[in-house]
């Protein structure tokens, strides 16, 4: 076969659809867009979207306040995943290195693959996307590459399939079929026709 297939195949059911999503608005990206500086001043400690992220998005960006608190204003959601009620990543006096971050979401991208679900939305912070992006595209074709690293603006969503290559999920095939053999020779449906033909053809060699 002339040439290299440039195109992966999968099956299905080790595929899921995910649509990325940053979050809304927050006070603290008004505030970062004059100076960046601001995103490390506590006065947006957990800050609140702005009108504008409000109607863009759903829900309150950085340092994450306790579950506790978060129940009452969000009562649709389920946090029983939550190991934690407090926010243990955070760390007033260190940041997550971008090694650490991608690591995260490594991990996070291989939970998502145990999950029965096969569409599913994710709402993060940009820097997370970002490193977890980073992850994904290298064997591709440089546009593609430099459509998925693309920086996320605010409440932009993007979807993207992702293949189960090492079977860490377990999920089974919902559009597969079987098939089956059928009792005794898997022969064609014309069989007697030629094998009628066929004892034709050598009676009237021998005649």
């Not at 297939?5 to 995910?18: A, E, Q, R, S, V």
């Not at 947006?44 to 950085?62: E, K, M, N, R, V």
């Not at 590459?145 to 860490?168: G, P, Q, T």
């Amino acid at each position: 076969m002339a040439g290299t297939l440039d195109t992966g195949l999968y099956p299905l059911h080790h595929c899921k659809t995910l649509h990325l999503v940053r979050h809304g608005q927050g006070y603290h990206n008004v505030a970062g867009e004059k100076d960046h500086d601001a995103y490390m001043s506590y006065e947006f400690f957990d800050t609140s979207l702005t009108p504008l992220g409000w109607c863009q998005g759903l829900h309150p960006c950085d340092k994450r306040k306790n579950i506790d608190e978060y129940r009452p204003l969000f009562p649709g959601i389920d946090f029983s995943l939550i190991e934690t009620n407090e926010d243990l990543l955070w760390k007033p006096d260190a940041r997550e290195t971008r090694i650490e971050i991608a690591a995260r979401g490594r991990a996070f991208m291989n939970w998502l693959l145990t999950r029965k679900e096969k569409e599913i939305a994710v709402v993060s912070h940009s820097s997370f996307l970002i490193h977890t992006l980073g992850l994904f595209g290298n064997d591709c074709h440089s546009l593609l590459r430099k459509e998925i690293h693309k920086a996320y603006a605010n409440c932009e969503l993007r979807s993207f399939v992702i293949v189960d290559r090492c079977a860490i999920g377990t999920n089974l095939p919902l559009t597969n079929f079987s098939g089956g053999i059928p009792r005794g020779p898997d022969v064609p449906s014309d069989y007697e026709d030629v094998k009628s033909l066929d004892t034709r053809d050598k009676t009237s060699t021998t005649s």
